[in-house]
C-alpha cells in the first residue's frame, strides 16, 4: 500500500494534481533525454533540475525527480565500472555486457516510472544511490 508523503503544501500525495502528474512524469523521462542528448554522460540532470524547480512546491514531483536522480547515478556507476573493466582488456566482454543491462535497465524502469507518474502512482526504483529525498 502507498503511503502518502509529507507535502510541503499540507495536502496528501494520494491525489496528485495533473500538473504534478506532467512534472513527475518529466523527472523520469528527462534523465532519458538528458542521456540521449549528452551521449550518456548527464542523465542525472534533468531530474535534478526538476527536483531543485519543484522540491518545495510538490512532494510528489520532489519524490519522483529525487528516485529517477538516485537511479541514474546508480546507473552512471555501473556504466564506469564497465569502463574499468574495459580498460583491462581481458573484461571487455562483461564490459559491453555491464552497459547493455544498465542502459535497457535505465530505459525499462525509466518508463515504468512515467507510466506510473500518469497515473498518479509512486514509483519505487529497484536500485539506487541515495543523495536526493
Known amino acids: 500500500m502507498t503511503q502518502p508523503i509529507p507535502n510541503p503544501s499540507g495536502r496528501d500525495l494520494t491525489t496528485p494534481t495533473s500538473d504534478e502528474r506532467t512534472w513527475a512524469i518529466l523527472g523520469h523521462l528527462a534523465a532519458i533525454v538528458a542521456a540521449i542528448i549528452s551521449v550518456g554522460w548527464l542523465s542525472f540532470v534533468g531530474p535534478l533540475l526538476i527536483w531543485a524547480i519543484h522540491k518545495d512546491r510538490s512532494a510528489f514531483v520532489r519524490q519522483a525527480a529525487a528516485g529517477s536522480f538516485n537511479f541514474n547515478l546508480a546507473v552512471w556507476a555501473a556504466i564506469i565500472v564497465g569502463w574499468i573493466m574495459f580498460f583491462t582488456v581481458i573484461l571487455i566482454p562483461v564490459a559491453i555486457?555491464?552497459?547493455?543491462?544498465?542502459?535497457?535497465?535505465a530505459l525499462w524502469f525509466h518508463i515504468r516510472a512515467a507510466m506510473a507518474a500518469n497515473r498518479g502512482e509512486v514509483f519505487h526504483y529497484p536500485w539506487g544511490i541515495t543523495i536526493l529525498r
Open 97 to 105: 555486457i555491464v552497459w547493455v543491462v544498465a542502459v535497457l535497465a
